[in-house]
Each structure stands twice: as C-alpha cells, then as structure tokens.
C-alpha cells in the first residue's frame, strides 16, 4: 500500500483511520482501509505509536511524545476531487442568522443552505423531478 517505505516501528487505529509509522520517517493514515496518506512528514525520529480514544501518540527519538487528536474535519488548502459519490448528513440551521462560517453548505429534505457570511445564511427550495 505504502511502496518503498520499509522499517514500520508502530501501527493503531482510532474509528476506521489506521495509522502506521516509519522509524526516523513519517506518520501514514488510511481510512476506510483506503490508500494511506503522508499525514506528517519529514524525519522525526519516529519510535512507535498508540491511539488511547480518540487521541494519537507517538513517541519520538529525542524523548518527546506526540500527541493528536481524532477529529472528523478535513481541511484542505487547495482543489478536493471526489471520485464518487460525495455522502453528508442532514443539518439544518435554526434560523437565517443562526451561527455558520460562510462558505458552509448544508441540507435537509426541503432546502439546499448556504452561509454566505459569518451567521448568515440563504436557502433554496429543492424538489423531486
């Protein structure tokens, strides 16, 4: 899955995210058994790793402990291809104002939201064809 890194030191899980070390390299996530990603890179002088709830440890060679923390956001600089279908839950803001960071789309069975602005929010009526 991973071609050309040997000297895996340490592999956990937190939800369906694993993620692998390499000794003195990066830290790799796969989720959904997927292709694993280079979540964090360059020589750290990686010795092994664990997952305790939701939280990632990795020891490194300096003495140090690493620590990060499982969450459901992604943040991307940059174009997101999706290769199939894109699947969300259901959100529906309380209000035109209710709180949201624009850029924000969300759904329910009658309307596609959008926050335009910081708290505000617009709709658009969808239905079957």
Avoid: E, Q
């Avoid at 959008?114 to 929010?121: I, R």
């Amino acid at each position: 899955m991973v071609a050309g890194n040997t000297g895996w030191v340490g592999m956990t899980s937190i939800g369906n995210d694993v993620y692998a070390c390499v000794y003195n390299g990066s830290i790799w996530k796969s989720t959904d058994g997927g292709a694993f990603v280079d979540l964090v890179t360059g020589n750290k002088g990686w010795h092994g790793m664990t997952a305790i709830g939701n939280d990632l440890y990795a020891c490194v060679n300096n003495g140090s402990i690493w620590k990060s923390t499982y969450t459901a956001d992604v943040n991307v600089a940059g174009d997101v291809s999706v290769g199939g279908d894109l699947i969300t839950t259901t959100k529906t803001p309380a209000s035109a104002s209710a709180t949201g960071t624009a850029g924000t789309i969300a759904y329910d069975a009658d309307y596609i939201y959008v926050c335009t602005a910081t708290n505000t929010w617009k709709r658009i009526a969808i239905a079957t064809w």
